[in-house]
């Protein structure tokens, strides 16, 4: 077996869990695969017994690895989908970050979720992802989130007008600070803070949640999956941004966005004592009386 392990920088405190993990796996003779930038900070923080194999691209990943462990927040998973992409490798999220919806193991878990591995003791949750098109290409082969499609202004303090078609009929009109095109993975996401609702994963659903609209009558809206989605962006300075995830382009006003979901899906590995539901009601704290 070889499991792949992509990372960012952790607190001080994680280094004893993530020591641990490297020794486990070593113990059990589990092949490392180590994303490159993050295998200097191995070396700089933890002992290797021996030196790793690396891989920098989805290239020299995609047919190198079984499993591979996410080591950070959330945003860390969201970059490690990128070297992923449809090799169908599923990923386990190792939560060294803040809050964590999908990078739901927590350091003190380290050692049963290696475990449930090993006996194959876990769920396979397929995540869907939207695909941008555009004409001239934006994201080139990463044109792909997990969690969400941004639309945002750029260089103004003043709104952006977005129109917006599903399936070439037109939805509405959006002035707001911007747009948030989201998967039910992203729903926890930025579109939640948005004012988006939460959606079950494998409900096959788009959420559609503007950014501080001008009207307060302007809400979330939930299509489809199977929905098409176009938006015509309208700037004052011509020029708006678009994100994935975490990467980000400008773009200028010329530009036509297509958004759908994309033709593969993400692996996600779910210990069988962590369900979502279970990450929502402990992340978001639900049913505590904080008054005592």
């Known amino acids: 077996m070889t499991i792949a392990i992509f990372g960012s920088p952790y607190p001080e405190h994680f280094t004893k869990y993530i020591q641990h993990l490297v020794k486990k796996l070593e113990s059990e003779h589990i092949k490392i695969i180590v994303e490159e930038e993050f295998y200097v900070f191995l070396q700089n923080n933890i002992r290797l017994t021996n030196k790793k194999a690396t891989f920098n691209s989805y290239e020299s990943l995609k047919e190198n690895a079984d499993f591979l462990l996410s080591i950070g927040g959330d945003g860390t998973l969201l970059k490690a989908v990128t070297f992923v992409r449809e090799s169908n490798i599923p990923i386990m999220g190792i939560n060294t970050g803040r809050l964590g919806f999908i990078s739901s193991i927590s350091a003190g878990q380290i050692d049963d979720a290696i475990n449930d591995i090993l006996k194959r003791n876990f769920i396979i949750n397929e995540r869907a992802l939207l695909e ?23 260089d103004t303090s003043s709104m952006i007008r977005i129109d917006a078609f599903v399936d070439d009929e037109f939805l509405n009109t959006y002035w707001a600070d911007g747009l948030v095109i989201s998967t039910p993975t992203g729903s926890t996401g930025y579109s939640l803070s948005c004012g988006g609702p939460i959606i079950m994963p494998g409900t096959n659903n ?52 297509l958004i759908k979901k994309a033709d593969f899906k993400i692996k996600l590995i779910q210990p069988q004592d962590n369900s979502f539901t279970s990450t929502i009601r402990n992340k978001l704290m639900w049913g505590l009386d904080k008054r005592s």
């Open 132 to 154: 941008l098109t555009t004409e001239n290409n934006l994201f080139k082969e990463k044109n792909f989130a997990l969690n969400e499609v941004a639309i945002s202004k750029k």
């Open 206 to 257: 788009i959420i559609v949640t503007p950014n501080a609209p001008h009207n307060l009558n302007v809400r979330p809206i939930v299509l489809n999956d199977t929905s098409v989605l176009k938006l015509k962006v309208d700037d004052r300075d011509q020029l708006a941004l678009v994100s994935l995830d975490s990467r980000s382009r400008a773009f200028d006003s010329d530009t036509e966005l």
